[in-house]
């Protein structure tokens, strides 16, 4: 028995059920004028009928788009990627865009593949995440003639937006709140001295803090940890060695942050009663472990959907969006202990 329908049916299938052309079938798919609400309806009772899957590439040729955009994460941490990617896939597919996610791994050692494969793909815009937009990115960026936003970086290109946190000033807020609980003998645990995007200047924020209160800032109080949790197991048995009489430390990442509780476990530290722990990023595990992680909130999920909205917003207005510095605030749990 022969088939109803093809196995794959095309526009040209389409256009033959529902009577009417190829132009009227795809103004329809792309939501054109010219065509009256009788014809459109039809055209649509074929579309489900039949089962036609329009391809994206082909549509394309039409409106010149293909209702997909590629997100570029390094491998900073799985945690802190996948609440900002929520963000940007759930306003993308509100808006009927498909999100193609490449990871570039760490110090973005597959950008340049990535970037390859979404020209190839015709994506409609990039957001890229975290990794520093080095000119050799944003040279092929402009090659594409598509927008691009950042998210949790910036750059200092005039048509490239962004949405993150002021990192520096975070770290401050973070260590002041320290400082207001009665800590002097402060450590830190910092992502990684070459990353610019936030190890740097969450650094340099911990050392204003220091220094405007009058604290002296001494490099064995402050360790490495990659933002990872294995690099903040490292770098606390580190710490554990170099800066003993430390009451309090600064984690410059959660996920760290979870591996200086597990190693301080370890060696029979109690948090917070000997030693008080405070976070960056409040991903949900913070409130997860015990004792419940006091962290510095960035709204990563919030971060991610301001993202895509701005690269939406260009794609369909062919206007550049403004940065956004979003707030961030000191989210109180139980492993900071004030010093009386």
């Known amino acids: 028995m022969q088939p109803k329908y093809p196995n794959n049916p095309t526009i040209k299938d389409v256009a033959k059920r529902a009577n009417v052309s190829i132009a009227t079938v795809s103004r329809v ?17 074929v579309i489900q009928e039949m089962g ?12 010149k788009r293909t209702q997909t955009i590629g997100v570029l994460f390094p491998s900073v941490s799985s945690y802190f990627s996948s609440e900002i990617l929520h963000g940007i896939e759930e306003y993308a597919n509100d808006n009927n865009y498909s999100v193609f996610v490449c990871n570039t791994d760490e110090d973005g050692k597959r950008t340049m593949k990535y970037l390859q494969v979404l020209r190839e793909k015709q994506v409609d815009g990039i957001v890229f995440s975290s990794e520093k937009l080095k000119k050799e990115y944003y040279d092929v960026m402009q090659a594409m003639e598509i927008p691009v936003v950042l998210v949790s970086t910036k750059a200092d290109y005039a048509s490239v937006p962004y949405v993150k946190v002021d990192d520096q000033q975070a770290a401050y807020d973070a260590v002041e709140y320290l400082i207001d609980n009665g800590h002097r003998e402060i450590a830190m645990i910092g992502g990684s001295k070459k990353d610019e995007v936030a190890g740097t200047p969450r650094i340099k924020g911990y050392q204003k803090a220091l220094e405007h209160n009058g604290i002296p800032f001494r490099e064995h109080y402050l360790a490495y940890g990659n933002f990872n949790f294995h690099g ?8 554990l060695q170099t800066a ?3 009451t309090a430390i600064f984690v ?3 996920e760290m942050a979870i591996g200086v509780l597990t190693v301080a476990a370890k060696h029979g530290l109690k948090v917070p009663e000997d030693l008080s722990i405070i976070g960056y990023d409040n991903l949900k595990l913070a409130e997860m472990v015990v004792p419940p992680l006091t962290t510095m909130n960035q709204p ?8 895509a909205e701005k690269l939406i917003y260009m794609i369909n207005s062919g206007h550049v969006a403004d940065s956004t510095i979003v707030p961030h605030r000191v989210v109180e749990r139980q492993t900071v202990r004030r010093l009386t």
Request: hydrophobic share 35%; with cysteine.
């Open 29 to 45: 798919l792309n939501n054109l004028s010219g065509y009256s609400d009788k014809t459109k309806h039809k055209v649509n009772h």
């Open 52 to 63: 036609y899957q329009p391809n994206a590439i082909a549509r394309g040729l039409i409106n």
């Open 232 to 239: 903040g197991c490292v770098a606390m048995e580190s710490l």
């Open 244 to 246: 003993p009489e430390a």
């Open 252 to 254: 410059a990442s959660d």
């Open 300 to 307: 990563l999920y919030e971060m991610g959907k301001s993202a």
